[in-house]
Each structure stands twice: as C-alpha cells, then as structure tokens.
C-alpha cells in the first residue's frame, strides 16, 4: 500500500511539473544556423509550435526592432506557407555598403495556404538577416501567432534578465563578437594560404624522396656492375690456375 501511494503521489508530482513548465518551453523562439555575429549577416529560424489541442496555427506575423532596422531581409521559401514582407521609411536612413537606405523591414508574414501547423508540431521559418548592428547585444522580435480558431497569441513581452521569464516571452536573437571579416573573405584568404604553404611542402617533399630513389638506384646499379665484374674476373682466375696445374 505504502508503495503503490508513493508512486501514484510521484506521478502526480511529475504531471504537474509537465504542466507547469510546459508554457515556459513552448513559446515562438528565434535562434541562428551557427552564430549570429555583430556586423555581419545570419541565417534564423523562428520556431513556432502548437500549443493547442483542437485548433491549428495558421498565421504567424514577426515585427522587427525599430531601434535596430535591419536593411537586409530574405525569407525561405516555406511548403504551405505564403510570405510578406513589409517594408517601411526610416526617419533617419542606413548606409550599407558605402551606400545610403532609405527603408527597413519592419515585418515578415507568414500565412498558410492549408491546414497550418497541426497540434503536436511545430514549424520552423527561415530568415536571411543582416548587416547586424553591432551597438547591442541582442535583438527583439515581438510575435503574433494566430489559430485556426481565431484565438491571437501576442508573444511580445521582453524577459529581462536576472528576473523570471515572462508569460508569453517575445523572441530574443542574441548576438556575438564581431569578427574581423563579417563575410569571412579573411578567414577563406587564410584558409587558400595555407592549403597554398601545405601543397608547396608536399611538392617539395615529393621532389626529395625523388632525388634520393634516383640516388639510390644509381648505387645499386653501379654496385651491382661492379659486383658482376669481380665475379668474372674470380671466375677467369680460377680457369686459368686450374690449367697451370694441370700442365705442371
């Protein structure tokens, strides 16, 4: 008795850990392919599961940080799913490349053409981002999720951090140091210039075992023809002693 109430109190207190702490998992969250770094350009995905039983999510809308507009925004083409982008006027333009923009992103749109995301799942959106701003430590984007039953999710609250994550948390991308090369041409360069230095050691390498098997042979060669001769001329000796002998 004592023993099957443990376990019925432990499952208990398991479930009610799943369901306390399963909002804190489930939210809209954006993370890089690889790193995200100051000044230079990512890949993302906002990651959006299904957090309801009966309904399917059908729409999800992504509005980007207007302290940090990004010049730069390239979705992925997703099965099922229809893309906008919505651009509008900065108060104060970007320069890009040596050159002057006018307009940023301010929001991506996701809709689907069918079902959606079905519960159970989620779905992952692609973003090609850039250039990243290299004045901050991370990016906010506050996300709207909307059901196939009309309810509207607005995942737009910013965590703060040392504090407890808030109900419905708005995506954050965090972002790294700088590199010298934001496109990596530097760190290609480096790389061509020591595959260059590893071929020439190699060339030459090849080019010293060379000499010294050629080396090598010649020895042999002239060993062996010297071999053979004092061989004859061993063998013309022992003719000629042996004659002398038999005239004595």
Known sequence: MKASRIAAT?????????????????????????????????????????????????????????????????????????????????????????????????????????????????????LSIGALPEDTDELVFKAIQTYSNKEVVRWIETPTKGEEEPETPAPVLALSAATDDHHGSASAASDDSAKADDAKAAANSSTTEAASSDSSDTTARVLGVVGIVVGVAGVAFGVLAGRRRTTA
């Not at 000044?39 to 009966?54: C, H, I, L, Q, S």
């Open 10 to 126: 432990g499952a208990v207190a398991a479930s009610a850990v799943l369901v306390l702490s399963g909002p804190a998992f489930a939210h809209v969250s954006v993370q890089p392919e690889g790193t995200a770094a100051k000044g230079g350009y990512a890949t993302v995905n906002f990651k959006v599961p299904n957090e309801r039983d009966k309904a399917s999510t059908t729409k999800l809308e992504v509005n980007f940080p207007a302290d940090h507009p990004l010049a730069s925004v390239m979705p992925q083409a997703v099965d099922g799913w229809t893309v906008k982008v919505t651009k509008s006027k900065l108060d104060k333009p970007l320069e890009l490349h040596g050159e002057k923009i006018n307009e940023a992103v301010t929001k991506v749109t996701w809709t689907a053409d069918g079902k959606g995301i079905q519960p159970g799942y989620f779905q992952k959106f692609p």
